[in-house]
């Protein structure tokens, strides 16, 4: 350490000292950095050039995946074409559309009603009966005066015969045979016989009416009974077919259930095959892109190690590498304004001129 006097007023400078070994030793540094340089410049026209990478960055879609897409496409009714790409049918062969379709059929029919169908309910009247009126009994009567009345009457036209054959007979014989006598017992018979005739009818219309009253209200009474069992049997069956069809549609319907519950099935059972061989195929999709990720990963760091190793000897001429001596002396202390820079700034200084001649070899960093 020196001071200096002149007659001026002088500046004085209180500096730190490198030892010699440490000044030899950034000396020996400045003078390397023109081939540090070089080297730099080097690793950048090797590397300056851009290097495509030539391999796979996208893993296709796996054998289980384009099956799985297939099966859906299928189970859905969609056909590809090929050659186009182009959907060319949709929906019609679609898994569970014929059980759908049946189902729809079925519970469509069973939604009609016995009328729709052609049947017709039951119009329940009344029980029909009959007056008894003079007309009804003339018919009801009719009957008796063939079979009684007018076999009473035949008989007794035979009695009244005989006695005639007789009567004349006996006339004859008085030799009274057509006189006068004869005729008086021939009209007092006759009489006897109309009274007899006024009486067998008289007393059987009389009975007859009777009779045929009461098998009017006999055959009114059947009429009724069997009306009423008729209806009550028409009744029973027309609830029973009613019932029977009721049955059936329900049944029907039912059926129409039970196929669209197996369409539904259907559909999802190929949906789980489905979304198996996706998650199948997705596995290895994930694997094989990872595979792709290492080996674009391994390029990218093959491709970025030579700047790393650009970059520590850019580090190096820098002086961002760390360094104890330098920090130990990088401070100077100053107690007035001017004067010179130190050994230290001297060196600094010839790194930086060091640094302008690489730049003169073509080494531009940020370029």
């Known amino acids: 350490m020196g001071f200096l006097f002149d007659s001026e007023p002088q500046t004085v400078i209180q500096q730190n000292e490198l030892p010699d070994f440490l ?3 950034y000396e020996d540094q400045t003078q390397n950095i023109g ?20 391999g796979a960055r996208l893993q296709n879609f796996t054998t289980d995946q384009l099956t799985g897409m297939e099966r859906l496409r299928n189970n859905l009714g969609i056909t590809i074409d090929n050659d186009t790409g182009q959907v060319v049918a949709t929906g019609d062969n679609a898994v569970g559309q014929d059980q759908l379709a049946d189902a729809i059929d079925k519970v469509g029919y069973a939604g009609q009603t016995w009328q729709d169908l052609g049947g017709e309910y039951l119009q329940q009247g009344s029980v029909q009966t009959k007056d008894w009126t003079p007309g009804e009994a ?12 007018d076999a009473r009457l ?57 009779n045929s009253q009461q098998q009017f209200e006999r055959d009114q009474s059947r009429a009724i009974t069997t009306q009423t069992q008729n209806q009550n049997a028409g009744l029973q069956a ?27 099935t259907a559909q999802q059972m190929g ?11 997705g596995m290895g999709q994930d694997m094989g892109q990872k595979s792709l990720d290492i080996q674009y990963e391994d390029f990218l760091n093959q491709k970025s190690h030579p700047w790393q190793q650009m970059g520590a000897l850019s580090g190096a001429i820098s002086g961002n590498t ?11 202390q100053q107690t007035t304004s001017g004067g010179g820079p130190n050994m230290f700034s001297q060196i600094a200084g010839a790194g930086l001129a060091g640094l302008g001649v690489a730049g003169g070899l073509g080494w531009q960093p940020l370029a």
Do not use: C, W
């Open 35 to 54: 081939n540090i340089q070089g080297i730099a410049a080097n690793i950048y026209n090797d590397q300056k050039d851009y290097i495509p990478y030539s």
């Open 322 to 332: 760390p360094d104890p001596y330098a920090r130990l002396f990088a401070q100077q």
């Open 271 to 281: 949906n789980i095959d489905v979304e198996n061989l996706m998650r199948i195929g």
């Open 138 to 149: 003339d018919r009801y009567m009719n009957p008796y005066r063939d079979k009684v009345i």
């Open 154 to 210: 035949g008989r007794l036209d035979d009695v009244y015969a005989r006695r005639r054959s007789a009567d004349d007979a006996r006339a004859s014989e008085a030799g009274v045979f057509g006189g006068g006598r004869h005729a008086v017992l021939d009209a007092l018979r006759e009489e006897e016989e109309n009274q007899m005739r006024d009486q067998i009818v008289a007393e059987g219309e009389d009975q007859g009416y009777q």
């Open 23 to 25: 000044k030899t030793f």
């Open 238 to 264: 027309f609830n029973a077919n009613r019932d029977q069809f009721n049955t059936d549609m329900n049944r029907i319907a039912t059926a129409g259930q039970g196929l669209a519950g197996l369409a539904t």
